[in-house]
T-cell receptor
Framework: QKEVEQNSGPLSVPEGAIASLNCTYS??????FFWYRQYSGKSPELIMF????GDKEDGRFTAQLNKASQYVSLLIRDSQPSDSATYLCAVNIVLGTGNQFYFGTGTSLTVIP | GAVVSQHPSRVICKSGTSVKIECRSL??????MFWYRQFPKQSLMLMATSNEGSKATYEQGVEKDKFLINHASLTLSTLTVTSAHPEDSSFYICSALDRGPTYEQYFGPGTRLTVT
C-alpha cells in the first residue's frame, strides 16, 4: 500500500463549478498535509497546508483534514481554466531522524470553459 | 511564501560530461533540502535528502557516486550529475524545508537537463 494515494484522474469540471480533489494516507503518524499545484513543465507550487482536523480556507481553496479517516481533500470553488493543472497531495511525518515526506502521484484537473 | 531559486534553468550537455545544478533558498535558511527528478508525465521521484553540514541521504536505487550532493551552507545545495548519459535527461527539481511548525517544502523552478 502506498503511503499517499490519489485518484490520477483526469478530473474535468466546468468553469465556475467546485472541483473536489481527494487524498488518503496510510501512516497515522502523519502530522502535516500539503497541497501543491503543478502546471505542465513547471515545478510544484505550494497552495495550502493543514495540520489540524477540520477545514482551512484560503480564497477559493479549502483544505479539509480528517485524521480519523486518514484523508485530506482540496476544494476549489468557482473553478477557472487557469486552475487546470496536476494537484499533488503530500504528507509529512516527523521522525526522530528527521522529516519524511510522501507525495501522491497527483490528480490531473481540467476546467472546461 | 518562501523563495527557492535554481540555476541553470536549462542545460544541454554532451554524454560523458558533468553538470552542476545549484539550489538556493533566498529568504530563509534551509537546513534540509531535497532533490527530485521527474520524467515527462510521471510523478516526482525523490532522489536524496540533503542536510547542511552532513552527507546526503540517497533513496534506494540512486547512485550516490553519480549524483553528488553538497550542502555546504544554510542557503545553498548543489547537485552534480557526473558522467552524464542520455538516460539522465530529465527535469531536476530541488526543494527547501522551512523549519517552521508545519514544515512546508518550497520548490525551486527546476532544471531541465538534456544529455546528447
Amino acid at each position: 500500500q502506498k503511503e499517499v494515494e490519489q485518484n490520477s484522474g483526469p478530473l474535468s469540471v466546468p468553469e465556475g463549478a467546485i472541483a473536489s480533489l481527494n487524498c488518503t494516507y496510510s501512516d497515522r503518524g502523519s502530522q502535516s498535509f500539503f497541497w501543491y499545484r503543478q502546471y505542465s513543465g513547471k515545478s510544484p507550487e505550494l497552495i495550502m497546508f493543514i495540520y489540524s482536523n477540520g477545514d482551512k480556507e484560503d480564497g477559493r481553496f479549502t483544505a479539509q483534514l480528517n485524521k480519523a479517516s486518514q484523508y485530506v481533500s482540496l476544494l476549489i470553488r468557482d473553478s477557472q481554466p487557469s486552475d487546470s493543472a496536476t494537484y499533488l497531495c503530500a504528507v509529512n511525518i516527523v521522525l526522530g531522524t528527521g522529516n519524511q515526506f510522501y507525495f501522491g502521484t497527483g490528480t490531473s484537473l481540467t476546467v472546461i470553459p | 511564501g518562501a523563495v527557492v531559486s535554481q540555476h541553470p534553468s536549462r542545460v544541454i550537455c554532451k554524454s560523458g560530461t558533468s553538470v552542476k545544478i545549484e539550489c538556493r533558498s533566498l529568504d530563509f535558511q534551509a537546513t534540509t533540502m531535497f532533490w527530485y527528478r521527474q520524467f515527462p508525465k510521471q510523478s516526482l521521484m525523490l532522489m536524496a535528502t540533503s542536510n547542511e553540514g552532513s552527507k546526503a541521504t540517497y533513496e534506494q536505487g540512486v547512485e550516490k557516486d553519480k549524483f553528488l550532493i553538497n550542502h555546504a551552507s544554510l542557503t545553498l545545495s548543489t547537485l552534480t550529475v557526473t558522467s552524464a548519459h542520455p538516460e539522465d535527461s530529465s527535469f531536476y527539481i530541488c526543494s527547501a524545508l522551512d523549519r517552521g511548525p508545519t514544515y512546508e517544502q518550497y520548490f525551486g523552478p527546476g532544471t531541465r537537463l538534456t544529455v546528447t
